[in-house]
């Protein structure tokens, strides 16, 4: 009877282990992937992608806000178990976090009022541009834009830049046109701002797609996710899903 109580036992905490909460961080406050709504509740395409991904590996997803710039000390910290959170996968990153394969991939660019005529980053000297803080879109326009004159400002969230560019004080962004086109340029406070120069792709700046981030030492659950990923883009559920949020597939090739 002890060694039937014990086996249960055991299966039971091997069933609690596989339904155990999975820790997500995030910062929401880069629509469409990630946002609040009025009430408090943290939507978007990530949010819809990670519970898709935890439904796949039997967890729950619990979500943890967190200021993108503290994000992987958070993780490294253990305050989260990953990160999905619109994170570009780039070998700087990679040196101290692990991450899985893409699950998205979209250009960023420099959006400024339509008035500015566009030959290059010298046309934007002297202006304000701001950037979301320890981003890659940081990171390009110090290797882009700075050395032509443009002064970049970072900020702790990219909806901050928005309000900071309606009140004047910025004269543009360079943000990922998927986000800068939910957040900003849709809304009437973005009526007289748009796109101007190449989408940016360059993997120096941007690396190779957006991946959901790990601590180094993760290989089980790196590859549960790795798998979950394969299942939602062949069973139709990632297709569901972005259809929600974008008019084309923005897995990318």
Same mark, same amino acid.
């Given at each position: 009877?002890?060694?039937?109580?014990?086996?249960?036992?055991?299966?039971?905490?091997?069933?609690?282990? %596989?339904?155990?909460?999975?820790?997500?961080?995030?910062?929401?406050?880069?629509?469409?992937?990630?946002?609040?709504?009025?009430?408090?509740?943290?939507?978007?395409?990530?949010?819809?992608?990670?519970?898709?991904?935890?439904?796949?590996?039997?967890?729950? %997803?619990?979500?943890?806000?967190?200021?993108?710039?503290?994000?992987?000390?958070?993780?490294?910290?253990?305050?989260?178990?990953?990160?999905?959170?619109?994170?570009?996968?780039?070998?700087?990153?990679?040196?101290?976090?692990?991450?899985?394969?893409?699950?998205?991939?979209?250009?960023?660019?420099?959006?400024?009022?339509?008035?500015?005529?566009?030959? #290059?980053?010298?046309?934007?000297?002297?202006?304000?541009?701001?950037?979301?803080?320890?981003?890659? $879109?940081?990171?390009?326009?110090? !290797?882009?834009?700075?050395?032509?004159?443009?002064?970049?400002?970072?900020?702790?969230?990219?909806? $901050?830049?928005?309000?900071?560019?309606?009140?004047?004080?910025?004269?543009?962004?360079?943000?990922?046109?998927?986000?800068?086109?939910? !957040?900003?340029?849709?809304?009437?406070?973005?009526?007289?701002?748009?796109?101007?120069?190449?989408? $940016?792709?360059?993997?120096?700046?941007? &690396?190779? #797609?957006?991946?959901?981030?790990?601590?180094?030492? $993760?290989?089980?659950?790196?590859?549960?996710?790795?798998?979950?990923?394969?299942?939602?883009?062949?069973?139709?559920?990632?297709?569901?899903?972005?259809?929600?949020?974008?008019?084309?597939?923005?897995? &990318?090739?």
């Amino acid at each position: 009877m002890q060694k039937k109580i014990a086996a249960l036992a055991l299966v039971g905490l091997a069933g609690a282990a %596989c339904a155990a909460d999975l820790r997500v961080g995030l910062n929401p406050a880069y629509e469409p992937f990630e946002s609040k709504t009025a009430s408090g509740e943290i939507v978007g395409f990530d949010v819809d992608i990670a519970n898709a991904l935890c439904e796949q590996i039997k967890r729950k %997803c619990v979500f943890v806000e967190s200021e993108w710039d503290s994000i992987i000390p958070g993780l490294q910290a253990k305050k989260f178990d990953v990160v999905i959170s619109s994170m570009s996968i780039t070998p700087e990153r990679a040196r101290v976090v692990d991450f899985t394969n893409r699950y998205y991939k979209t250009p960023s660019a420099i959006v400024v009022k339509k008035s500015v005529k566009y030959e #290059g980053p010298a046309s934007l000297k002297g202006m304000k541009i701001g950037v979301l803080k320890s981003s890659t $879109q940081e990171k390009w326009a110090l !290797g882009e834009l700075k050395p032509a004159g443009v002064t970049v400002v970072p900020y702790q969230s990219q909806n $901050q830049v928005y309000l900071d560019i309606q009140a004047g004080r910025l004269d543009g962004t360079v943000a990922d046109k998927v986000e800068v086109n939910g !957040g900003f340029l849709r809304k009437p406070e973005g009526k007289d701002y748009g796109y101007v120069g190449p989408d $940016q792709y360059d993997a120096k700046y941007y &690396g190779e #797609g957006i991946g959901i981030a790990l601590r180094k030492g $993760q290989g089980d659950l790196k590859k549960q996710l790795n798998e979950a990923i394969d299942t939602i883009r062949a069973n139709g559920t990632y297709a569901r899903i972005a259809k929600k949020y974008f008019d084309f597939d923005p897995y &990318g090739k």
